[in-house]
């Protein structure tokens, strides 16, 4: 019995202790509770302050951008002569002499060749002979203009002289009348004899004749005058006729000097003879065919590369550029400056012609291939240096800046070029991102970029 209460009371007084425990655990954990409900703001402005008081991780950032590729273009051209002319003439005749052969060096107005031009030079005498007759037929009306000016002169003074006299004899009318009248009425009263009054109608009648001739020499030189005048404008007009007939003859006698000038073939620059068409004794001019080729020349001095660039790579050149040009056959490059853009392309392939003044080399020729490098700007993907890629919890991705803070952001990666990789998603052109991050620095990370 002893034994059982001794047990009794000893499963009692363990019972009194774990209830004890758990009241005093279960009234700690609420004191915690509810200084966790009734005090937040409190713990967070605790961890605020000690997030203050954090250092920034100093880092290295770059910017991200796409990829610029510089290629070189090659393209290939010709050298040619910046002059070629094929000389020729346009008159007919037999090549008497050609006074070249190909690769002679000729300057400017030297005789290339000579062609029979007889049937012209007997064109230009007659020219020459009608030239002389024409300035004869001018020179015989103006003569004969000459002549009737001056007889319609003389005719003017005649008929001013005649219309003189015949003032002076109307006077002497008027006077011989009245005398006359006055001796007929002393005859009829006896005062004077008969022969008195016939003195009287004498004086009267000679008076009338004179009066008479007179008039009829002012009708006359009159008419000598209208004669005279009519004689100048035939003459004005022979002359004007006989002008034109010189002005005529001139023409003639200036193309068909033309013409002989043509028999002689000179060289219209300085250059070198490259081809050489025809041959003594062979027929030149319109016979021949229009334009039959004699000697081709060109500038040898003077050359340019000829060369088709596609319409995407026209706004790489500029005229007035300087650029070097690439000649196989002398194993070396050649300066040039382009000076010419020609503004219309091959409908076909879309080729613009450009042209390339090369300064001078006397070992280039025309004729000889060249290669050009025309420069290009390429824009590819986004890159981003490798070192900024980093691992987190599986996820591939970099640190971004974002208000002077790391922002861990998942991209997705391409292919690799040297120490860059390229970006597909994830990141823009401008970002910035940590190079290397090292393992302190934590999304939201305060951080200060190294200068």
């Known amino acids: 019995m002893t034994t059982i209460k001794s047990m009794t009371k000893l499963s009692h007084k363990k019972g009194l202790i774990g209830l004890t425990s758990l009241m005093i655990l279960l009234t700690g954990t609420g004191i915690w509770g509810v200084n966790a409900v009734l005090k937040p703001n409190q713990v967070s402005s605790q961890t605020a302050e000690e997030t203050e008081t954090v250092e920034a991780v100093a880092v290295d950032t770059t910017q991200v951008g796409y990829e610029i590729t510089q290629r070189d273009r090659a393209l290939t051209g010709t050298v040619s002569a910046q002059k070629t002319a094929t000389l020729t003439t346009r008159v007919n005749g037999v090549i008497e002499e050609i006074l070249v052969e190909e690769g002679d060096r000729v300057s400017k107005g030297d005789l290339i060749a000579k062609i029979d031009v007889r049937d012209i030079q007997a064109q230009t005498n007659q020219a020459q002979a009608n030239v002389s007759q024409a300035q004869s037929a001018v020179n015989s009306a103006r003569s004969a203009y000459l002549t009737a000016q001056s007889q319609?002169?003389?005719?003017?003074?005649?008929?001013?002289?005649?219309?003189?006299?015949?003032?002076?004899?109307?006077?002497?009318?008027?006077?011989?009348?009245?005398?006359?009248?006055?001796?007929?009425?002393?005859?009829?009263?006896?005062?004077?004899?008969?022969?008195?009054?016939?003195?009287?109608?004498?004086?009267?009648?000679?008076?009338?004749?004179?009066?008479?001739?007179?008039?009829?020499?002012?009708?006359?030189?009159?008419?000598?005058?209208?004669?005279?005048?009519?004689?100048?404008?035939?003459?004005?007009?022979?002359?004007?006729?006989?002008?034109?007939?010189?002005?005529?003859?001139q023409a003639n006698l200036e193309q068909s000097s033309a013409n002989l000038d043509y028999g002689n073939v000179r060289a219209p620059f300085n250059g070198v003879i490259t081809e050489k068409q025809a041959h003594e004794g062979a027929m030149a001019g319109a016979?021949?065919?229009?334009?039959?080729?004699?000697?081709?020349?060109?500038?040898?001095?003077?050359?340019?590369?000829?060369?088709?660039?596609?319409?995407?790579?026209?706004?790489?050149?500029?005229?007035?550029?300087?650029?070097?040009?690439?000649?196989?056959?002398?194993?070396?490059?050649?300066?040039?400056?382009?000076?010419?853009?020609?503004?219309?392309?091959?409908?076909?392939?879309?080729?613009?012609?450009?042209?390339?003044?090369?300064?001078?080399?006397?070992?280039?020729?025309?004729?000889?291939?060249?290669?050009?490098?025309?420069?290009?700007?390429?824009?590819?993907?986004?890159?981003?240096?490798?070192?900024?890629?980093?691992?987190?919890?599986?996820?591939?991705?970099?640190?971004?800046?974002?208000?002077?803070?790391?922002?861990?952001?998942?991209?997705?990666?391409g292919s690799e070029a040297g120490e860059e990789i390229q970006v597909y998603s994830g990141l823009e052109a401008g970002d910035t991102i940590i190079l290397s991050p090292s393992s302190e620095l934590k999304d939201g990370s305060a951080i200060a970029a190294r200068k």
Not at 309 to 319: D, I
Not at 390 to 409: L, M, P, S, W
């Open 152 to 249: 319609k002169r003389q005719a003017e003074a005649q008929v001013q002289s005649a219309q003189g006299e015949l003032e002076e004899e109307r006077a002497e009318l008027k006077d011989a009348q009245l005398h006359q009248e006055r001796m007929k009425m002393l005859y009829e009263n006896g005062a004077v004899s008969k022969s008195r009054l016939d003195e009287a109608n004498a004086r009267l009648d000679a008076s009338k004749a004179r009066m008479a001739q007179l008039t009829a020499n002012i009708e006359e030189a009159r008419s000598a005058v209208e004669q005279a005048r009519s004689q100048m404008q035939q003459a004005q007009s022979s002359i004007e006729q006989a002008r034109a007939g010189v002005a005529q003859a």
């Open 287 to 413: 016979m021949a065919g229009f334009g039959q080729p004699i000697v081709t020349v060109a500038t040898v001095d003077e050359l340019e590369f000829n060369v088709a660039v596609p319409e995407s790579l026209l706004g790489e050149v500029n005229v007035g550029e300087r650029i070097n040009v690439e000649i196989g056959a002398i194993g070396r490059e050649v300066g040039g400056q382009i000076q010419q853009i020609v503004p219309s392309a091959d409908p076909k392939s879309r080729n613009f012609i450009i042209k390339v003044a090369l300064d001078k080399n006397n070992k280039v020729i025309p004729g000889m291939f060249g290669r050009i490098a025309i420069s290009t700007t390429e824009k590819g993907g986004l890159m981003i240096p490798q070192s900024a890629v980093i691992e987190k919890f599986g996820i591939t991705g970099v640190y971004r800046v974002v208000d002077n803070q790391a922002q861990f952001t998942t991209v997705t990666l």
